[in-house]
């Protein structure tokens, strides 16, 4: 069956310091889609990245970068630097391509606190 | 990225009446979902909007409950109806805008108190 689990709910920590959200996914689908949302308190989400599953290099992206590991089944985010305006909810997703519904299954979340 | 809207931003209404949310796309878009989180909890779907037919409902979610429409390829509305306490949450609209991509897009949300 398919699941996201975003084990940490939340996690607090200082201005500069680097962060790292941790995603665990489980999927029978060889095509799938792993997908990081952020929810800042004004309650949007923001995207921030995509990635399938035939592709695995790492991504960075300024000071976010996201560790893809299919054997592990994980997909983690690291903020390195982290501000203040980093605070959020964020989101971990997986979308199977062969359920043909383009539906998403979300994780429960991991609440970031940075304090300044 | 296309600019997607909702209104109301947020609203407070009364246990029993119902209440209609509009998702607008500047730019047409091949599907388009509805989301509700409630209080502290992760994004749940509650259907797809499809273009000129029915809504397609996830497990736990009725038309009767929660109506949507999307008469064109950049509007849709969902209605929650016979409200509750229990209906208070955020709902999102996302939308995805072609075959070739799985990514979807999340408008801001409506912000829902129920009393």
Do not use: H
């Not at chain 1, 903020?79 to 605070?87: E, G, H, K, N």
């Amino acid at each position: 069956a398919q699941k996201v689990t975003q084990a940490q709910t939340e996690i607090s920590v200082v201005e500069k310091e680097d962060v790292t959200l941790d995603c665990v996914y489980e999927t029978r689908d060889t095509t799938y889609y792993l997908f990081w949302y952020k929810q800042p308190p004004s309650g949007e989400l923001v995207f921030l990245i995509r990635r399938n599953s035939f592709d695995e290099q790492n991504e960075i992206s300024g000071r976010y970068s996201w560790n893809f590991q299919k054997s592990t089944s994980s997909f983690n985010f690291t903020i390195t630097a982290s501000q203040v305006v980093d605070s959020a909810v964020y989101f971990c997703a997986l979308s199977e391509a062969s359920s043909g519904t383009y539906k998403y299954i979300f994780g429960t979340g991991t609440r970031l606190k940075v304090l300044a | 990225s296309a600019v997607i809207s909702q209104k109301p931003s947020r609203d407070i209404c009364q246990r029993g009446t119902s209440l209609t949310i509009q998702c607008q796309v500047d730019s047409q878009v091949t599907m388009m979902f509805w989301y509700r989180q409630q209080p502290g909890q992760s994004l749940t779907l509650i259907a797809t909007a499809n273009q000129g037919s029915e809504a397609t409902y996830e497990s736990g979610f009725v038309i009767d409950k929660f109506p949507i429409s999307r008469p064109n390829l950049t509007f849709s509305t969902l209605t929650v109806s016979n409200m509750s306490p229990e209906d208070s949450s955020i709902y999102l609209c996302s939308v995805r805008y072609g075959l070739e991509t799985d990514t979807q897009y999340f408008g801001p949300g409506t912000r829902l108190t129920v009393l």
